[in-house]
């Protein structure tokens, strides 16, 4: 049963930093695309960034120079490094992977840049 686990999300200062943890089961994270989504207050969810199963990555033009994705194959986990934060990336922060056709998500995790 393919099931994700976010945490790390917190309240943070505007320039501060937060790393994202997407624990996953019922699959290999290298062995698929997978990806962190974003839903701000009053926005759609989007895609913030993506790591492919050959270490290939794609961000969004708003975090890239500040995010880095990246996964650990040992512990099955991806990784979401966001660094220099700002209040424009208060959301709540999804992961994602599509396997044998079906999309899954987490629950998400809660980050507030505020001061």
């Known amino acids: 049963q393919v099931q994700l686990v976010e945490s790390g999300g917190d309240l943070v200062q505007p320039g501060g930093s937060l790393r994202l943890y997407c624990t996953a089961s019922g699959f290999t994270v290298s062995d698929y695309a997978m990806s962190w989504y974003r839903q701000g207050p009053g926005k759609d969810r989007a895609l913030v960034a993506i790591?492919?199963?050959?270490?290939?990555?794609n961000y969004a033009d708003s975090v890239k120079g500040r995010f880095t994705i990246s996964r650990d194959h040992a512990k099955n986990t991806v990784y979401l490094q966001m660094n220099s934060l700002e209040p424009e990336d208060t959301a709540v922060y999804y992961c994602?992977?599509?396997?044998?056709?079906?999309?899954?998500w987490g629950q998400g995790t809660q980050v507030t840049v505020s001061s």
């Open positions: 790591i492919y199963p050959g270490r290939g990555t």
């Open positions: 994602s992977v599509n396997v044998r056709k079906l999309n899954y």
